[in-house]
């Protein structure tokens, strides 16, 4: 491994040196793919994110000569980021939280000005109140499953009880058997969860947010008004203040909605009966009052403040990181015991009051999303973006699916166990041994089978256009590749693939279309839930045959299709846990959605960038300062979106001897329509600008990547494409066995690639040697610890 003290020595004489700096995309491929040497060598990094090379490449900066002007391959490998080992598999679990964090960053672009500003911080206010209602939805589901139907419903039933041998303890006429007591033994489980919750979010901040950012890394030049680039500012890639206090606002919300649960019956029976002492009495007031002053104050921690990007922010809010779950847990445990006192007369009936709550949480999160929606719909106007997902809506539909994934997550696990509890029966019905869970979670399960009949329309729409484009683009295509005799049966082939990798730019409508349709019926849920007061198929009994057929069939489908979405997502979890291959297919997930800080819920898988983008930044930084050497960033897929935010965390002098070469590129198709304050069109053509020396290649077969678009940027186009795909239409000489659909993989088999890289390298080439500063300037590892820092400045971080 080089040494890092040779960083302080002065450049080896002869022409510079030339580095490609290769950064795969989801899936990773390994270090030996990416050099295509069966024996790479670790240059820099660990066994989670490091460099390699090729073992002849080790020592290419002491032999400059060796490679006559070639560039010297190394690659960063990422992919153990996002699965690693066993442990990712329980990242499943934190899917809704992760989609609730995604929406924070689908907000349109803001323009200038302290109106936008102000929309901006609503914005991010509105999205981290409901990343909170998705954690205590969690947690009030695993209430529902140990406290109402385990210790409530199950064990106040002797034959529930008796029938399963670890509830008999806790069945009527024993010690534990007291209503109050056995809520006390359930509680345990929901504040395990949120135990184990915290526990994942405090391994993962200690090993990504908590790590200090390089001193001078980032030094964003003197934008002009609005022309601000996020993602070059020194603090956004350092959330450390965020996620600590949100963790710690997000864990005493966990406990004290367990401490809401357990309190509720209690407090309700003191004072229904007429023979309660009032020293209980007076406890359950207490209770009540310290419950509502922690949730209150759990809100006001959540609301009061959002990112802070323009600066490293190394504070601490040690008052609300410590005090707060320390203070929920204490009142936890002084709930169990008041639930726990001895009360003779009292005995379960019925179902805890989950209806209420759920209904609650369901319908703050319906008016969250419609606020959301209306800032969204504002900020877009101020600044409308062309090709903006959902026309800047893109923000309130990622956030209803992430509420509708929730819910569908914690109402599946519910009607399982509650299935499992009542045997043959189905609960809420005559008939059945339980009560049940509540009805509003029967109804979410109604309404997935409608659901899924209303997105046949749009789907079959994409089909059939699909099928015309394939149709239309198989006239002509032929004609692309001159001299081949056509083939009709090699035309549809390429036409299909092209029409299949243009469904992708329909997704924003049909994700809208989901949630839009989500939002109305679950709306329809909920007002027939509180309404009727009675699952769906009761609820419809004695109506027309046909509509009380149809609410029996939705009832039924829907909670076989949960059941089967529980299993599924429990196996695929499983096999994830066990299999490194399976884990890493669950990592491409992990790739896609957790590119982005944890600013809106703290329980979100980690974000990789926190990592990947400054050792990019380091390697870049510390390796042209070192030879004063050519470096092209090559990035494919994601790998170009980490290579792009690298780029834009390098000081200007670093910039000035860096190229990048983009490939099968979702910067634009994607992130710029769905992230488009951070990736849209002024803010890609603004990088161009910066960086003159950038290339992107894309297909018209590829269904992730595709053009740029930067328009009239300074400089040459930074587009070529679309590439031949395939590269030979039919047999020849030089291509005798049929040439395959490429599509998204294999960019680098493509001439184009090779061709665009050496052109970056020559124009790197002719600027001055001394554009770089002096090595001396650059430490081997300088960090950023400075604790003094001036007020947060009004910007529009959220």
């Not at 726990?340 to 319906?366: C, H």
């Not at 609960?427 to 997935?448: D, K, M």
């Not at 198989?474 to 035309?491: K, T, V």
């Not at 040459?716 to 679309?722: L, T, Y």
């Amino acid at each position: 491994m080089p040494d890092p003290d040779a960083a302080c020595e002065p450049p080896p004489p002869g022409p510079p040196p030339a580095l490609e700096l290769l950064v795969h995309g989801v899936g990773g491929a390994s270090p030996a793919e990416l050099l295509r040497d069966p024996y790479p060598v670790r240059i820099t990094g660990d066994s989670t994110a490091a460099v390699f090379r090729r073992p002849e490449d080790a020592d290419a900066e002491d032999r400059p000569g060796r490679h006559g002007g070639r560039p010297v391959p190394e690659a960063y490998c990422w992919s153990r980021l996002t699965s690693g080992n066993g442990a990712r598999a329980l990242w499943l679990l934190l899917l809704p939280f992760m989609v609730a964090n995604l929406a924070h960053w689908a907000r349109p672009a803001a323009a200038p000005g302290k109106a936008a500003a102000r929309a901006v911080r609503t914005y991010g206010l509105l999205v981290r109140v409901l990343a909170l209602s998705l954690t205590v939805l969690l947690v009030s589901a695993a209430c529902e499953v140990a406290l109402d139907l385990l210790a409530w419903q199950c064990a106040g039933n002797t034959t529930c009880a008796g029938s399963r041998s670890p509830l008999g303890v806790l069945r009527p006429g024993t010690w534990w058997g007291q209503p109050g007591r056995r809520l006390a033994v359930g509680a345990l489980v929901p504040a395990g969860l949120t135990g184990l919750l915290w526990y994942l979010s405090t391994r993962t901040w200690s090993a990504y947010e908590s790590q200090p950012p390089p001193a001078g890394s980032a030094t964003p030049d003197a934008p002009g008004p609005g022309e601000e680039a996020p993602l070059g500012q020194p603090g956004f890639w350092y959330g450390r203040r965020i996620v600590a206090r949100l963790r710690a606002a997000h864990t005493a919300a966990g406990l004290l909605t367990v401490a809401v649960a357990v309190a509720a019956p209690a407090v309700r029976h003191d004072r229904a009966a007429t023979a309660t002492a009032p020293a209980l009495q007076a406890a359950g007031w207490a209770v009540e009052a310290l419950l509502a002053t922690g949730g209150a104050t759990v809100l006001w921690v959540v609301c009061r403040r959002g990112r802070t990007e323009a600066r490293p922010d190394h504070r601490l809010d040690r008052a609300a990181i410590t005090l707060l779950p320390g203070g929920a847990l204490a009142l936890l445990a002084a709930v169990l015991l008041y639930a726990g006192w001895s009360r003779p007369g009292w005995v379960s009936a019925g179902r805890l009051p989950g209806d209420f709550a759920f209904g609650v949480l369901m319908l703050g999160q319906g008016c969250c999303a419609l606020a959301l929606a209306f800032v969204a719909h504002r900020l877009h106007r101020g600044t409308p973006q062309p090709g903006a997902a959902l026309r800047g809506l893109g923000g309130p539909a990622v956030a209803v699916l992430g509420c509708a994934l929730g819910g569908v997550m914690s109402g599946g696990v519910a009607q399982r166990v509650a299935d499992w509890l009542d045997g043959g029966a189905t609960p809420g019905t005559p008939g059945a041994a339980l009560p049940g869970p509540p009805v509003l979670l029967s109804w979410q399960a109604a309404v997935l089978p409608p659901l899924l009949i209303a997105l046949l329309l749009p789907a079959a729409w994409a089909v059939a256009r699909a099928a015309l484009d394939r149709r239309r683009m198989a006239a002509g295509l032929a004609a692309e590749y001159p001299g081949e005799p056509a083939d009709p049966d090699r035309s549809r082939r390429i036409a299909g693939a092209r029409a299949a990798a243009a469904l992708t730019d329909s997704a924003p409508w049909f994700v809208g279309a989901v949630s839009g349709i989500t939002l109305v019926l679950g709306t329809g849920a909920l007002a027939g839930a509180w309404i009727s007061g009675r699952v769906p198929a009761e609820a419809a009994r004695g109506a027309h045959p046909l509509l009380a057929g149809a609410a029996r069939a939705a009832q039924d489908t829907g909670s076989w299709l949960i059941g089967l979405g529980v299993a599924a997502f429990v196996a695929w979890g499983r096999r994830a846990y066990r299999d490194p291959a399976a884990r890493r297919t669950v990592g491409i997930l992990w790739d896609v959605g957790t590119f982005w800080p944890r600013a809106a819920h703290p329980f979100a898988p980690p974000c990789y960038a926190e990592r990947a983008v400054p050792d990019l930044t380091w390697r870049m930084t510390g390796w042209t300062a070192r030879t004063r050497g050519r470096l092209v960033i090559s990035g494919h897929s994601q790998g170009s979106v980490l290579a792009a935010a690298a780029v834009w965390q390098l000081p200007p002098e670093v910039r000035g001897r860096v190229g990048l070469l983009t490939y099968g590129s979702p910067l634009a198709r994607l992130y710029g329509r769905w992230f488009p304050d951070f990736f849209g069109p002024g803010r890609l053509a603004a990088l161009h600008r910066d960086l003159d020396c950038w290339r992107n290649l894309w297909r018209a077969t590829d269904p992730i990547g595709g053009p740029v678009e930067t328009g009239a940027a300074v400089g040459e186009p930074v587009d070529r494409g679309p590439l031949r795909d395939p590269l030979a239409y039919g047999r020849s000489p030089r291509y005798p066995l049929p040439a395959p659909i490429l599509g998204h993989g294999d960019y680098q088999a493509d001439p184009a690639f090779t061709a665009e890289r050496d052109a970056l390298l020559a124009r790197l080439d002719a600027a001055p040697r001394g554009d770089v500063h002096d090595t001396r300037e650059v430490p081997g590892q300088r960090i950023s610890t400075a604790r003094t820092e001036p007020a947060d400045p009004p910007g529009r971080a959220g």
